[in-house]
């Protein structure tokens, strides 16, 4: 299983421990107030605040977190003003790592994502070290054991509606699409009557590297520690990993 797949399966099983400890509404809201600043407080024409607020009702945030935060993207409220810095480098193994941030103070997270890189057998690069080993697409995923459609349903489906390709896993479906389309497609799908276990826009790797034994728990081990950190917004990684020594880890 690739890392990044295997690396979101083990994180929303997290998310209701996390909410309990406030921790992804932190970052939640942070999503809010930036992609209202950027894209306008109305959901119906900002595709990436009408996202973020469907996360922030997946996980129970009142309507009154949800609206202060967009008040405050838009200035209507003071609160503090953050922006997305992106940090790359390798892990344990030559893993190679993205991490998207969200914060308000740039030299912070340097250090802290420079810190977690260094202690766990990595280290961080330069911008553009290993982000031309990724594409960014939008992935659309749809668990099989909520869906009775066949193969090749799905595929007429996934296509007609504009999707790239279409990933068939023994318990799930990986609807791809250009960036750009995510939305189309995404409505078509959802028209349809198909339901996402998740659906947003990452990088995904072009090529994995396997890892195994000691890098692999070192890696686990980091990624645990970016998704720890309240800047942490998400973490790409270019990694393959055997299910039952992940499993065993997390």
């Known amino acids: 299983m690739s890392g990044h797949s295997k690396w979101h399966s083990i994180k929303h099983k997290k998310a209701a ?3 309990k400890k406030g921790k992804i509404f932190t970052k939640i809201i942070r999503e809010i107030s930036v992609a209202a600043r950027l894209g306008g407080p ?13 996360e922030a009702k997946a996980v129970n945030m009142p309507s009154d977190n949800i ?11 003071e609160g503090s003003s953050f922006e997305e810095v992106n940090y790359e480098g390798y892990g344990p193994g030559g893993v190679a790592i993205m991490v998207k941030c969200l914060t308000d103070n740039r030299n912070r997270s340097a250090a802290d994502i420079r810190s977690i890189f260094n202690k766990r057998g990595g280290n961080m690069g330069e911008s553009g070290c290993v982000s ?3 594409d960014q697409k939008g992935v659309l995923v749809i668990d099989r054991e909520d869906d009775d459609t066949d193969d090749e349903t799905m595929m007429m489906h996934a296509l007609e509606a504009g999707a790239e390709d279409i990933i068939v896993n023994a318990d799930s479906y990986e609807v791809l ?16 009557g198909f339901v996402f276990s ?3 826009v990452r990088w995904l790797p072009q090529n994995t590297v396997n890892v195994e034994g ?11 520690a970016f998704e720890e950190n309240d800047d942490v917004q998400d973490v790409y ?14």
Request: hydrophobic letters at 35%; aromatic letters at 6%.
């Open 132 to 134: 031309y080993m990724f």
């Open 17 to 19: 421990q996390d909410a």
């Open 177 to 192: 699409t250009h960036p750009h389309e995510f939305e189309e497609v995404k409505t078509a799908l959802d028209k349809e």
């Open 237 to 250: 990684a270019n990694y393959e990993m055997d299910d039952e020594e992940a499993d065993g880890i997390s």
């Open 67 to 77: 609206k202060r935060a967009i008040m405050k993207g838009t200035g209507q409220l």
């Open 198 to 200: 998740s659906a947003e």
């Open 214 to 224: 000691e890098h692999a728990e070192k890696l686990v081990k980091m990624m645990d």
């Open 42 to 54: 109305d959901p119906d024409k900002n595709p990436r605040l009408r996202k973020a607020i469907a």
